[in-house]
């Protein structure tokens, strides 16, 4: 079989492969809590995240599952500050804030521009927010919120991998250059950025994997990205499962996932974090599991490397 499909990748292709959505309501998010997260270097402090109720995105990318809680179509205005002011009155108050919308803040079809001044002045009290947006919404409207808002504005933006063959095949409709210019258009205006690196994505080795997520990083970094958070890609968007069936794709080990972060953190040139979310699933080993949990947070909080765990896994 050969290393990449013959078959094309497409919205087709991606769409056809899943199932229903979950049910949502566009003027409540579909889910908000507090996380404790490094804030600054040796802060940490606690982060107030909101997974706003949102079209779905234009983007049909093979690797993405937030599709699942989204809406057919864009929400009313008014719906996203109305959302944002559901969260807040029921969690405590925090100094920073994520707003994640399973698509592109920017994409003026999923936040509306007119929604901008309120949802400015519900975020006045914190000292950062964080968004998320594709390269190509990235632009004035991106000014003009930065304009509008107290909160100092960080911008997440998924570079992927920088693999030449894998990246064209993700349908994320992204090139490097484009990044590029989204990262360098952002800092050049005083907006910090992060960004989102698969580990091992479909039609790569382990090996591979923790080879092209290690030079994702190091590009990241080279041309100004401040955070890299390190994803385990996993199955259960339909598409994803299909390539796993035909050996296109196999998820990683939580032993890669140590190895990238080890790495990274050992560049000192910017924060590098593990996404936990379902990490058990990365793990074959329950009597390792949870101290290999542990490391794994206690370098996402305090960007040090601990001693490996040890285990006759």
């Given at each position: ?7 094309k ?13 979950n ?8 889910d ?27 983007f049909?990318?093979?690797?993405c ?5 989204t809406?057919?179509?864009p ?23 994520k707003l994640?919308n399973?698509?592109?803040f920017?994409?003026?079809?999923a ?24 390269p ?18 960080h911008?997440a933006?998924?570079?992927?991998t ?12 992204m090139?490097?250059t ?10 050049s205006?005083?907006m910090?950025t ?12 382990e ?15 080279k ?13 259960g968007?339909?598409a994803?499962?299909?390539?796993a ?6 998820p990683?080990?939580i032993?890669?996932?140590?190895n990238?972060i ?19 699933n ?8 949870e101290k ?8 996402n ?13």
């Amino acid at each position: 079989m050969s290393k990449f499909p013959d078959f094309k990748i497409d919205n087709q292709w991606v769409t056809s492969r899943r199932g229903k959505k979950n049910p949502v309501n566009p003027f409540i998010p579909y889910d908000f809590f507090m996380e404790k997260e490094r804030t600054g270097p040796g802060v940490i402090g606690d982060v107030t995240t909101i997974f706003l109720t949102n079209r779905e995105c234009p983007f049909r990318c093979l690797m993405c599952d937030l599709w699942k809680n989204t809406t057919d179509k864009p929400v009313p205005e008014g719906a996203i500050p109305r959302q944002i002011e559901y969260a807040l009155s029921r969690l405590p108050e925090t100094k920073h804030l994520k707003l994640y919308n399973s698509g592109s803040f920017f994409d003026t079809r999923a936040v509306p521009k007119t929604d901008y001044e309120k949802i400015a002045s519900l975020i006045d009290h914190f000292e950062t927010v964080i968004v998320e947006s594709h390269p190509q919404f990235i632009n004035r409207n991106t000014l003009y919120f930065n304009e509008l808002i107290k909160p100092a504005l960080h911008v997440a933006i998924g570079l992927e991998t920088v693999h030449p063959a894998v990246l064209p095949r993700l349908n994320k409709r992204m090139t490097l250059t484009g990044f590029e210019q989204a990262v360098r258009f952002l800092t050049s205006n005083g907006m910090e950025t992060r960004t989102f690196i698969l580990l091992r994505p479909p039609f790569l080795s382990e090996e591979e994997g923790m080879l092209w997520a290690k030079k994702s990083i190091d590009y990241a970094f080279k041309i100004g990205v401040g955070t890299c958070t390190v994803i385990p890609v996993r199955s259960g968007n339909g598409a994803m499962d299909t390539l796993a069936e035909n050996s296109y794709f196999t998820p990683p080990d939580i032993k890669s996932l140590e190895n990238v972060i080890e790495y990274g953190i050992g560049l000192n040139k910017g924060t590098v974090f593990a996404d936990l979310w379902n990490i058990e699933n990365f793990n074959s080993c329950k009597k390792c599991l949870e101290k290999r949990k542990e490391r794994l947070s206690l370098m996402n909080f305090y960007q040090k490397i601990y001693p490996q765990v040890t285990c006759l896994c």
